[in-house]
């Protein structure tokens, strides 16, 4: 059996993998663009499905083409959003910067597939890559259209959700302690006293308010570019088929897209983009914050704070027995750096919109779904192997509060700001208890200290 066959493009002819579906100008970028190990991610091939499939039907219903292809080429793109052909779109990132590539290995997989179909129902009738799958559409607008929708599904599907559950455990965790004194920090001292739960309840509403903004910031992705073709201007489309193939869409994913209003912005633009990673960037720097406080709270055990203790998931070394690392928050803040990275590549790349075409695409969506996923799975590890199995140690935090000298901070009203600091720096040079510091000064007496200097009264 041959291992190959000859396919065809207009620059002639082309050596293509037998067992392959897709055509020339897929294979032509597989032997140009040998950059990388980065794919083009599957969400953006199944968009692509739907904009197909989409673009089928209203053809179709403009009388433009067969019943037999629009059906086909509808069924071919129900497979392939199956998971059917995953192995068919081996394209890398590193392509033309409009993504046209991925946009024909999408049309010729889908055509030849379909061929074979119709071949096999003995139906005389040829589905061409470019005339019949690609009809009405140009890569310039359909790659943007695939981005948005893309987009849009992995936040949906996949990161709101467990950002979800992060915030139900953290619910828990803030209700749980909320009756726990312990002392605050600021500037890495000591400050006046919280509660465990009030520290979380911090934690909480980071993300409570990042879900919001991305929730706010996604809308955005609902404006879609398809109609537009070449450079905005629609050209060899019916002038209503970007806007019935968006209510198509909208059947087809149960999102409420719309066609954008501005065709020309569409193509050039990727400021969309930038915004949602922009929100989700504020997510990282909050779980930053969030992985980082953790990791310091349960640092020692015996020679940091040690006021939470975090599950013993692994062996913190391979040469210290017994040692337990915050491993979890380690993981979680390397995925925020990356994050943080993609988001400069993504602002610098959307800056590149020359004339009427952004030709940075494919990287700028690869960085977007690979930031949602980092995210999406950083956040579940970090939920599920940290958050859920966090603990205080009461017995440390009670020390903490007890030894604190900005307890000092109550007898402010009784007895102002710089006698309370003499009594501060009188317990701190002589290494007492701020009571003892009190009584020494004459400034209170050991039934005022005791009414005034209540850690559960600062809270």
Known sequence: ??????????????????????????????????????????????A????????????????????????????????????????????VVWQTGSGTQTNMNVNEVIANRANQKLKNEKVDETVHPNDDVNMSQSSNDTF??????????????KLLPVLSEMKKTLQEKEKAFMGTVKIGRTHLQDATPITVGQEISGWRMMIEKNERMIHESMQHLLDLAIGGTAVGTGINAHKEFGAKVVNELKKQTGYPFRSAENKFHALTSHDEIVHVHGALKALGADLMKIANDIRWLASGPRSGIGELNIPANEPGSSIMPGKVNPTQSEALTMVVCHVFGNDTAIGFAASQGNFQLNVFKPMIIYNLIQSIELLTDGMKSFNDNCLKGLEINQQVIEKHVEESLMLVTALNPFIGYEKAAEIAKLAYRENTTLKEAALKTGYVTEEQFEQWVDPSKMV
């Open 1 to 46: 059996m041959d291992r190959f066959r000859i396919e065809k493009d207009t620059l002639g002819e082309v050596k293509v993998p037998a067992d392959k579906y897709w055509g020339a100008q897929t294979q032509r970028s597989r032997n140009n663009f040998k950059i990388g190990s980065e794919k083009m991610p599957l969400d953006v091939i199944y």
């Open 48 to 91: 692509f499905s739907h904009i197909k499939k989409a673009a089928a039907i209203v053809n179709h219903g403009l009388g433009k083409l067969s019943d037999s292809k629009m059906k086909v080429i509808t069924a071919v793109c129900d497979e392939i959003l199956q998971g059917n052909y995953d192995d068919q779109f081996p394209l």
């Open 144 to 157: 943007p259209t695939a981005m948005h929708i893309a987009g849009y599904q992995r936040i949906t599907e």
